[in-house]
């Protein structure tokens, strides 16, 4: 507990530090010296505390509905500006499909309806934004390790990749969790928000919940699941668009 204390703490002091540009969007907080040389010393000391010291399902913190006190702040993009995502959206996502690849033994193509009768689970838990903001909301969707056994994952498969719509510059998101993380209880496909359907500000219609790392490894918009040996070959090679730009890969809470 002390640990994740400490972290949180500096967390929202390299965002102090940064000042009001630091807290305009992640992009700034990857330039300001003090946010980055705190990643830097973090990532291998919070990594080895949460995998050594707390066991691989250890929860999250879980709270209570009187605790949503204001409605769940966007992180990242609102609105993504891929045409297809568009259309999709247009249609209450009726035509999009998840992809499931890459080391497994059954590739999946699966709708929200298909989703949605997977057995589900809701979780009240806090978000915790790189930017040093934090925010309880009530998640619904289905376990990401019930998707993972569907498609039945090969020997091999160790990092499962988020694809995404959204697009950051001229790249599409994208993140990556190992498969200790994408099997942990809280870790889901959330298809719903405090008991409504997922707002597309918020990632519709689906996002990811890692609810033991930060905000940022939590892909929005996702289109497709790949699983993978390694990320070293992918895009930057450091997991994640925001690592390629520096940020940890473990970003552990």
């Known amino acids: 507990m002390t640990i994740t204390l400490t972290r949180r703490g500096l967390i929202r002091a390299a965002a ?106 809701t979780q009240i838990t806090r978000h915790d934004c790189v930017e040093g903001w934090s925010c309880i909301a009530k998640w619904t969707g289905v376990p990401l390790a019930a998707v993972l056994d569907e498609a039945g994952v090969k020997a091999g498969g160790s990092y499962v990749i988020f694809r995404c719509a959204d697009t950051l510059g001229r790249e599409k998101y994208y993140e990556s969790i190992d498969m200790i993380d994408a099997r942990h209880p809280q870790t889901i496909l959330a298809y719903g928000l405090n008991d409504e359907t997922l707002p597309i500000s918020n990632g519709a ?16 918009y996702v289109m497709g699941i790949e699983v993978v040996g390694s990320f070293a070959p992918i895009r930057g090679g450091k997991g994640g668009y925001w690592e390629d730009r520096g940020y940890e890969w473990y970003a552990g809470i």
Do not use: H
Request: hydrophobic share 40%.
């Open 205 to 220: 219609p689906l996002r990811v919940r890692v609810e033991r790392q930060l905000g940022y490894k939590m892909a929005k």
């Open 16 to 121: 102090i530090g940064g000042g009001a540009a630091l807290l305009s969007g992640c992009d700034r907080i990857v330039q300001n010296p003090m946010a980055r040389a705190f990643f830097e010393r973090a990532e291998d000391l919070t990594m080895a505390a949460q995998r050594s010291l707390l066991d691989r399902e250890a929860l999250a913190r879980e709270y209570s509905e009187s605790e949503i006190i204001q409605p769940q702040r966007p992180n990242g993009s609102i609105s993504p500006r891929d045409p297809d995502y568009r259309t999709m959206a247009a249609n209450g996502f009726a035509d999009w499909r998840l992809s499931v690849t890459g080391l497994v033994e059954r590739p999946q193509s699966l709708s929200l309806d298909e989703l949605r009768t997977m057995p589900a689970r």
